[in-house]
């Protein structure tokens, strides 16, 4: 099973940036539909971004769009999220997920490989 493995995360001011990074143990990347999702404690995983890894369509929530940006390294086999104009309630433990189709969702439990998570803290 593939392992992912994300880095990253840290401690930024409310209006910073970080710039968090996925890459895959294991021959092959996690999946051809890859995303990020978030996590705050007492609350549900939710859906931040992903990226159909063939061909680099992007999907966002809505809150995060204009702000976070996803991208994908094929030939470092990385999967990325550029956070910018960061928010106190954009703190929280962030996950990369990996989905073997490329059919789009949304859901987390349609993702099969987890990494172990990466905490993003803004401060205000």
């Known amino acids: 099973q593939v392992q992912l493995v994300e880095s990253g995360g840290g401690l930024v001011q409310a209006g910073g940036s970080l710039r968090l990074s996925c890459t895959a143990s294991?021959?092959?990347?996690?999946?051809?539909?890859m995303g990020w999702f978030r996590q705050t404690p007492g609350k549900e995983r939710e859906f931040v971004a992903a990226i159909k890894w063939i061909s680099g369509v992007t999907y966002y929530r809505h809150s995060m769009k204009g702000r976070f940006t996803v991208s994908r390294d094929s030939a470092k086999n990385t999967l990325s999220l550029q956070m910018d104009s960061l928010k106190p309630e954009d703190t929280a433990v962030y996950y990369c997920a990996g989905r073997r189709a490329s059919t789009v969702t949304y859901n987390p439990r349609d993702f099969e490989s987890w990494g172990q998570g990466t905490q993003v803290t803004v401060s205000s």
């Open positions: 294991g021959r092959t990347f996690g999946g051809n539909f």
